[in-house]
Every structure is written in C-alpha cells, then in structure tokens.
C-alpha cells in the first residue's frame, strides 16, 4: 500500500490528538476568547438541512458546520484529514483504506449521552446515499465506487471500479449517523432528519423558530476544539434591500452574499469589513426542452442571440462580474476560453428562429403551426431583489423585441423548486448554480440525470454530450481530461440548454468585530469554528 499526499498533515493531527481530553468541553488554547453570538443574513431559506437530499447553497451552508467528512479541504485549498487520521491507498489505485478517529462523537439527542462515530456511520452513510430511492444530486459523483467494507470498527475501505484523477478529494462527502434517520435505507425530504440533523461538526442545531431562523450552538465537545462563537443564527430575507438595511442597523452582523447595490454604501462604513471571494459559480436562464417550441437549438441560441447581457451586467451589477460562453464555472481549469460567448445581434436571433419554421403573426408574436412562442418564466421568492427583477424585465423586453412574448412569474422558494425540480412546470427559469472544484457537471447535462429532484430539470439530452461526460470521468490524465471537457465546453455552448449569463463577484460583508474570517470559495463556513468575537465586543 502506498500513502496518500495527506498524511504529511496527519502527523501533527495525530500528536495533537495525544494530549489528555477532558470529558467537558475541549478548548482550543489559541489565545482566542469564546462567548458572543452571529447573527447572519441570507437571501431565502434553507429547504433540508442534511447533505445529501440538500441542493441549495442555504442548506449546503448551514451543514458544513453540522457535519463532518473523511478528508476535508483547508485554506491553502488542500487535501487534509477530518474524521480519517490517515488513509492509504493500494498500488493499482483501486482501493482506499481509511483508518478513522476515536475521539469524535454525535451531536446528542435532547436527554441521551452523545454516541461515538464509528465506521458503521460511514458505511450507512454511502449505502443511503448511493440507495435509488434516494433522490440526491451526489449519487451521480460517487458511481466510480464499486463497494464500501467496514474493515473494523475504525476503519473502513473503497473500493472502487477504476482508479480515478483526484479520488481522494471526494471523500469529502459529509457522514450521516446511521441512529439518524428515521428510514434506515433510503433518505426523502419527509425524513424527520432532514429538518432536524445531527451531526459531528462544530455547531448543533439547536431549533428552527416560527420566522426560519435556524439557530445553531456551538459544540462543546468537538474534536478539533470548542468553536469560539457561542451561537451562529441563519436569518432569511426574502428581499435583499431590506437585508443590507438589517446590516447597517446592526440587526444582523453579516451577510453572505451582498447585493451588489449595496456594496458602495457598506465600503464607506468604518464598522463593515467588505470581502470578496471567488466562488465557482455562474447565473443562467434554462429551458425546458419537453417543451416542443425549445427542443431545436436555433429557438435556443436565438434567444441568447436577442440577450444584450453585457449592458445588463453593467447596468445591474455595477459591471462586477465576467460574461460567459458555457457550462463549466469560469475560473475553473476545464473552461474553455477559446469558445467566446454569442454576441449581441437581434437580427441574428429573428433569423434562426425564421429559420426555425417560426414567422411573425399579425400581434407581432413568433409562431410556428399555429403554436406561439408565448413562455413562462420562473423566478424564486416573491419579493425579489431589484437587480433580478430588472435582469428578468430586460430579459422579456430584449425577447418582445424578437416576437416571442415572456410571461414572468415570481414564486416563494419551495413553490419555484417544486414547480422547477419535481413538477417540471415551466418554460423558462432563472438560478445560478455554484461548484466545487471537481469540475463535474454530469449531473446539469448527462441524461440519466433527468428525473424529479435531478438537476438536469430541462430534460437536456445528447448522446454526444453523455458520451464525452463518462469519457472525461474515465481517463486517469490530466490534460487528456481537460482536452475532453473543452470539447463538451464547445458542444454545450452550441446546444444552447440555457442561456449562459455571468458570473459575479462575490461579497460578503461582517462586522469588524467578528475577526480572524476567512471564507471558503463554495461552502463559505468551512473555518468559521476558528472565527471570533473580542470579549469587549460580546453581546
């Protein structure tokens, strides 16, 4: 067997582990105070809080300082152990051993002792995950793992069907208890345990008020340390206007994301630190393609032909962002620069969809056999921010002036992903996805990823695009895999399955009280159990 780059890392975990704990809290000795409480804004609520039937950032956020994996990624972006001390790996690359701590134990029940995290957990953990009944996003990322054996009650080995690029990094994924679910087979978003997880991580979820204020306290019993911060509360904001008021009025201390209209007004506030972070990230407009009038791609391309994304950018987003021609997350090491984004050209756009078969009624709209291009479009949450609100009017009025008539249709949160992700009841939406670094996008566009709860909710398909996804998935080199996904940038683009916008620069905004923040590019909260507030500062 042979180990793996991280265990340099492990050396100095291990010997940390050796100094005697006692059977309260674990301190963390870094010269930093405990005590105080953040308050923190988002832009909508959490739907599920566990990580496996969890597709949104909200949710996503909320269990990075629940739950815990095998290996984790640290601010240097770099491999290192989590619930694993160490692992290794066989000489063909086929199977991973990893041997786990025994010193971590599950957030308690209300009036139990907390129990120990073993390998059972893990095992339990995949094979729910990995169940067909579980509708999950992760199960396409994990299908390279033949099978999962529990060696020993701390050790457990994958095994998996190719040796794959960067196989350790998956690992990531966070454990679930198997105590935890109420079905010990498969997860659905019914499951009692998706609303109220338990997990290993430095916060416990302490309750979830009558407004959805997720009220998090910190884990006393962590095996890294007791989190400084005493309580991390996950406000909603179904307006973002009213949540950079929030801020400057010192109702919250933070927000995630800042609209960017407020960015001027937070920067010339002594009391706000301003921190931009670059997550993998992009906005778009998807289509349906069940729909008949957007299965040919012209109607397709037409419609980014008809966008001019570069003044809507500039005039909603300050110009803080970048314009983009495909699937991948700019910034990422499989976007293909050469593949330049469609420019801005109505006429074009009228010509495709001429081409197309579609001719301009006597009201002016595009129709073919009678069929008008009259289409729906899906925003979430009611009370939108006005950047979105002005992208979706600008979107209708670029589209009018082309004959084809957007309806747009603004919905709360869980009605807009049920509409979008279940029912499948729309034409158009609106969403923006963001990436980790694995640059893996089989679940927005291969095929078999159409279903409820998928991500492929327009139904794309093209044998083509599936073919080069599993090719780029097998190939165990580097550049032959970013050659691979170049092409499918390429293909995709020319597919047109939504309308590629931009991606943004991301803010986040704090009280300067809150010190040592550093921000995870995707998961945000990653280091936040070493974040701290001064004891002058405490409220």
């Known amino acids: 067997m042979k180990r793996l780059p991280l265990i340099s890392m492990i050396i100095v975990t291990f010997a940390l582990c050796l100094s005697p704990l006692t059977a309260g809290a674990v301190a963390r000795n870094d010269g930093n105070p405990d005590g105080g409480a953040l308050n923190y804004g988002e832009y909508g609520r959490p739907v599920t809080l566990d990580p496996i039937t969890s597709n949104d950032m909200i949710s996503m956020r909320i269990s990075e300082v629940i739950f815990n994996g095998l290996v984790t990624i640290d601010e240097k972006q770099q491999v290192v152990p989590d619930l694993a001390e160490r692992a290794e790996v066989s000489e063909n690359g086929r199977v991973y051993t990893f041997y786990l701590r025994r010193d971590v134990t599950w957030h308690p029940k209300e009036g139990e002792e907390p129990k120990p995290f073993t390998a059972d957990d893990v ?38 069907k190719r040796p794959i690029l960067n196989a350790l990094a998956k690992f990531s994924f966070k454990i679930i208890p ?135 950018l500039d005039s909603f987003f300050q110009g803080q962002g970048t314009i983009i021609s495909g699937p991948f997350a700019p910034g990422s090491w499989a976007y293909n620069l ?25 009201d002016g709209i595009m129709a073919r056999n009678g069929a008008k291009l009259t289409l729906t479009l899906k925003v979430p949450i009611a009370k939108e921010s006005e950047a979105v609100k ?74 083509k695009v599936d073919s080069l996804i599993v090719e780029s998935k097998l190939t165990l080199d580097h550049e032959k895999r970013r050659t691979i996904n170049r092409k499918l940038h390429a293909l995709v683009a020319d597919e047109s399955p939504y309308v590629f916008l931009w991606t943004l620069t991301n803010y986040a905004a704090y009280n300067k009280k809150v010190r040592r923040v550093a921000i995870h590019p995707y998961k945000f909260f990653s280091f936040s159990d070493q974040w701290y507030i001064p004891k002058s500062e405490q409220r």
């Open 390 to 463: 002005r992208v979706v009017l600008a979107f209708k009025n670029y589209l009018g002036k082309i004959g084809v008539q957007i309806e747009g249709v603004f919905l709360e949160w869980m009605a807009w992903k049920e509409d979008i992700f279940l029912k499948h009841d729309f034409d158009i939406m609106f969403a923006s996805w963001v990436f980790d670094d694995s640059a893996d996008i089989s679940s927005l566009f291969h095929s078999a990823e159409i279903g409820a709860w998928k991500n492929n909710f327009g139904a794309y398909s093209n044998p």
């Open 123 to 160: 095992i339990f953990t995949y094979n729910i995950m990995m169940h067909p009944k579980t509708i999950t996003a992760l199960k396409v990322r994990y299908e390279f793992i033949d099978q999962a054996t529990r060696v020993d009650d701390y050790t457990v080995q994958f095994t998996l």
């Open 178 to 312: 198997q105590h935890g679910p109420a079905n010990p087979e498969f997860l659905t978003r019914e499951d009692p345990f998706v609303q109220q997880p338990i997990g290993t991580g430095p916060y416990i979820l302490r309750n979830i008020t009558a407004d959805r204020e997720v009220i998090l306290v910190a884990n006393e019993n962590y095996y890294k340390g007791r989190p400084h911060i005493d309580k991390l509360v996950a406000r909603p904001f179904a307006d973002q206007n009213i949540m950079g008021q929030a801020l400057l009025f010192n109702a919250i201390d933070m927000i995630v994301l800042v609209n960017h209209r407020d960015i001027p007004q937070i920067q010339g506030d002594k009391r706000f630190n301003l921190q931009p972070y670059n997550a993998l990230s992009y906005s778009f407009f998807g289509f349906n393609t069940r729909n008949p009038l957007l299965t040919d791609k012209r109607v397709r391309q037409a419609f980014t032909f008809a966008v001019n994304r570069q003044e809507m």
């Open 338 to 362: 050469d593949v330049q984004p469609l420019s801005y050209d109505p006429d074009k756009a009228v010509q495709l969809l001429q081409a197309a078969g579609f001719e301009r009624g006597a």
